[in-house]
């Protein structure tokens, strides 16, 4: 995907009473002669200065620290035609109403945590970042967070409370990403995934109508966002589930090369635990490997409900000889703030495949990806990581019986989402890790294919750029989602103008 050439900054003005903006599935009407020829950034970014004092420009003090520092993958680091911080609903609606008048691109990005080239950044086009949108309200079993803010924000607010949302498992994932595409959490057993325990979003729509999603309240569009990405509006305001978790016990093990085995038969039994009352717990579970030195090691971060010292759920990892275990009882912000991502670590790329729970299969899938690391194990700075992620049977029935449902559809089986996690160091090489990864994952599904063992799920977390999660729901969901989307955008503002992320399409 491309964005719009640069252009210099135009001094076309456009009035806000020339655009005519109607209501949800009516047409967008532009007076004749309203505005000139000029279209696309310049016509948006000067329209845009004319209004609001929070408008960086590419020679602006703090354009490199918005447009490029903000990002942990330094791929992400673009070149937009100014970036806006808006500060209210009303403002952001405004400048939608200007993007369509003007034909202008534009990227959003709240907390950055989708990775890719493009997702929440722009070249060439307007930057809309989000980051005054830092309000977090504290209720008796909610809690109202803007998308401004990290997943560390929401677990310090509610630390007081002795209360937690379902979240993001490291610092600085941010709340909006997250929340729109699913959302893994520790304890998706229980209580399912972060998109599940949405209560309510406050949404601008792509004309700049400003309504709220809820089980009441267009609840078409309630069910859509929960898994439908930035397909549908702005979310302003998250009003979020929570629950008395004051207190969580925590373990960390790093085991050796040899038993890894061991570690992924650990990983297929834990997703396969299917109780009628879990305990809630969960994990990052991961495989490391110096293609340099040759050394491997897989790692746990383990989170358990609870002050249970070790925590119980995660018995047959501990079985496992390990060259470092620490347990530990703590609470979520605690457990949170020791897991951070540096900002512009390094370029990374993903991709992933879903399996059904096969200790066998998972074991020869992991030792052909260590082999075939060894291919490019001349580019500078490789950070080759095999990531698992567990999707219980457990985790799907909550959608299941919550009355509301999400996108995704999964059944109510157990999934293992493995995934490749490759870091390097030069632009130079991005097309040759790209060539690598999709062939290599295309050739090691195969194994799961032939064995009946593959789903073809793919979580917009795990996934690659050029990987299609749409094409893993149920073709009744999807349908379900293009119907509502022609309802809300008919216009197509968040796939025409806004083309960062994964697009539903028609």
């Given at each position: 995907?491309?964005?719009?050439?640069?252009?210099?900054?135009?001094?076309?003005?456009?009035?806000?009473?020339?655009?005519?903006?109607?209501q949800?599935?009516?047409?967008?009407?532009?007076?004749?002669?309203?505005?000139?020829?000029?279209?696309?950034?310049?016509?948006?970014?000067?329209?845009?200065?004319?209004?609001?004092?929070?408008?960086?420009?590419p020679?602006?003090?703090?354009?490199?620290?918005?447009?490029?520092?903000?990002?942990?993958?330094?791929?992400?680091?673009?070149?937009p035609?100014?970036?806006?911080?808006?500060?209210s609903?009303?403002?952001?609606?405004?400048?939608?109403?200007?993007?369509?008048?003007?034909?202008?691109?534009?990227?959003?990005?709240?907390?950055?945590?989708?990775?890719?080239?493009?997702?929440?950044?722009?070249?060439?086009?307007v930057?809309?970042?989000?980051?005054?949108f830092?309000?977090?309200?504290?209720n008796?079993?909610?809690?109202?967070?803007?998308?401004?803010?990290?997943?560390?924000?929401?677990?310090?607010?509610?630390?007081?409370?002795?209360?937690?949302?379902?979240?993001?498992?490291?610092?600085t994932?941010?709340?909006?990403?997250?929340?729109?595409?699913?959302?893994?959490?520790?304890?998706?057993?229980?209580?399912?995934?972060?998109?599940d325990?949405v209560l309510s979003?406050?949404?601008?729509?792509?004309?700049?109508?400003?309504?709220?999603?809820?089980?009441?309240?267009?609840?078409?569009?309630?069910?859509?966002?929960?898994?439908?990405?930035?397909?549908?509006?702005?979310?302003?305001?998250?009003?979020?589930k929570?629950?008395a978790?004051?207190k969580?016990?925590?373990?960390?093990?790093?085991?050796?090369?040899?038993?890894?085995?061991?570690?992924?038969?650990?990983?297929?039994?834990?997703?396969?635990?299917?109780?009628?009352?879990?305990?809630?717990?969960?994990m990052?579970?991961?495989?490391q490997?110096n293609?340099?030195t040759?050394?491997?090691?897989?790692?746990?971060?383990?989170?358990?409900?609870?002050?249970?010292?070790?925590?119980?759920?995660?018995?047959?990892?501990?079985?496992?000889?390990?060259?470092?275990?620490?347990?530990?009882?703590?609470?979520?912000?605690?457990?949170?703030?020791?897991?951070?991502?540096?900002?512009q670590?390094?370029?990374?790329m993903?991709?992933?495949?879903?399996?059904?729970?096969?200790q066998?299969?998972?074991?020869s899938i992991?030792?052909?990806?260590?082999d075939?690391?060894?291919?490019?194990?001349?580019?500078?700075?490789?950070?080759?990581?095999?990531?698992?992620?567990?999707?219980?049977?457990?985790?799907?029935?909550?959608?299941?019986?919550?009355?509301v449902?999400?996108?995704?559809?999964?059944?109510?089986?157990?999934?293992?989402?493995?995934?490749?996690?490759?870091?390097w160091?030069?632009?130079?090489?991005?097309?040759?890790?790209?060539?690598?990864?999709?062939?290599?994952?295309?050739?090691l599904?195969?194994?799961?294919?032939?064995?009946?063992?593959?789903?073809?799920?793919?979580?917009?977390?795990?996934?690659?750029?050029?990987?299609?999660?749409?094409?893993g729901?149920?073709?009744?969901n999807?349908?379900?989602?293009?119907?509502?989307?022609?309802?809300?955008?008919?216009?197509?503002?968040?796939?025409?103008?806004?083309w960062?992320?994964?697009?539903?399409?028609?």
């Amino acid at each position: 995907m491309k964005g719009l050439a640069k252009l210099s900054i135009s001094a076309l003005v456009l009035a806000k009473s020339d655009i005519a903006i109607a209501q949800v599935g009516s047409a967008v009407t532009t007076p004749l002669g309203s505005f000139e020829s000029t279209k696309g950034a310049a016509c948006a970014c000067s329209k845009l200065s004319q209004i609001y004092s929070e408008i960086i420009n590419p020679s602006g003090a703090n354009y490199t620290a918005q447009a490029a520092d903000a990002y942990w993958d330094i791929r992400a680091n673009l070149s937009p035609a100014c970036i806006l911080l808006p500060s209210s609903a009303d403002e952001i609606s405004n400048a939608l109403e200007i993007f369509q008048a003007c034909d202008a691109q534009f990227a959003v990005r709240g907390g950055g945590h989708m990775n890719y080239p493009g997702s929440n950044n722009i070249d060439g086009g307007v930057l809309m970042a989000l980051e005054k949108f830092d309000k977090v309200k504290v209720n008796a079993e909610s809690v109202e967070v803007g998308p401004g803010l990290t997943w560390y924000d929401v677990y310090e607010a509610l630390e007081p409370y002795g209360r937690a949302a379902i979240g993001g498992r490291l610092k600085t994932i941010g709340v909006p990403g997250l929340s729109l595409i699913g959302g893994f959490h520790y304890f998706n057993n229980k209580y399912g995934y972060t998109m599940d325990n949405v209560l309510s979003y406050d949404v601008i729509l792509g004309n700049g109508t400003q309504v709220v999603a809820n089980k009441s309240s267009h609840p078409d569009l309630f069910w859509a966002l929960k898994g439908g990405a930035n397909n549908y509006g702005i979310v302003t305001k998250f009003t979020l589930k929570t629950y008395a978790i004051p207190k969580v016990s925590t373990t960390i093990q790093v085991i050796n090369e040899s038993g890894i085995p061991d570690f992924l038969t650990a990983v297929c039994n834990i997703v396969k635990l299917d109780e009628s009352d879990p305990i809630a717990a969960g994990m990052v579970a991961t495989v490391q490997y110096n293609a340099t030195t040759k050394v491997v090691s897989a790692s746990l971060l383990g989170v358990q409900e609870g002050i249970s010292k070790p925590p119980s759920q995660f018995a047959n990892f501990s079985a496992i000889p390990a060259t470092t275990r620490i347990n530990n009882v703590t609470t979520m912000r605690q457990w949170a703030s020791s897991l951070d991502t540096p900002k512009q670590m390094f370029r990374v790329m993903f991709s992933h495949k879903t399996m059904k729970p096969d200790q066998d299969v998972l074991i020869s899938i992991y030792r052909a990806w260590k082999d075939a690391v060894d291919e490019i194990a001349d580019i500078e700075g490789l950070y080759p990581t095999f990531v698992t992620n567990v999707a219980p049977a457990s985790a799907a029935r909550v959608a299941l019986t919550n009355g509301v449902g999400n996108v995704w559809g999964l059944e109510a089986e157990p999934y293992i989402l493995w995934q490749f996690s490759t870091g390097w160091a030069l632009a130079q090489d991005d097309l040759r890790i790209e060539g690598w990864s999709r062939q290599l994952i295309e050739r090691l599904n195969a194994i799961n294919v032939e064995k009946a063992l593959a789903s073809d799920f793919i979580y917009m977390g795990d996934a690659g750029e050029w990987q299609d999660p749409f094409a893993g729901f149920p073709a009744e969901n999807v349908a379900r989602m293009r119907k509502i989307k022609s309802l809300y955008d008919p216009l197509g503002v968040f796939s025409r103008l806004n083309w960062g992320g994964f697009k539903l399409g028609v």
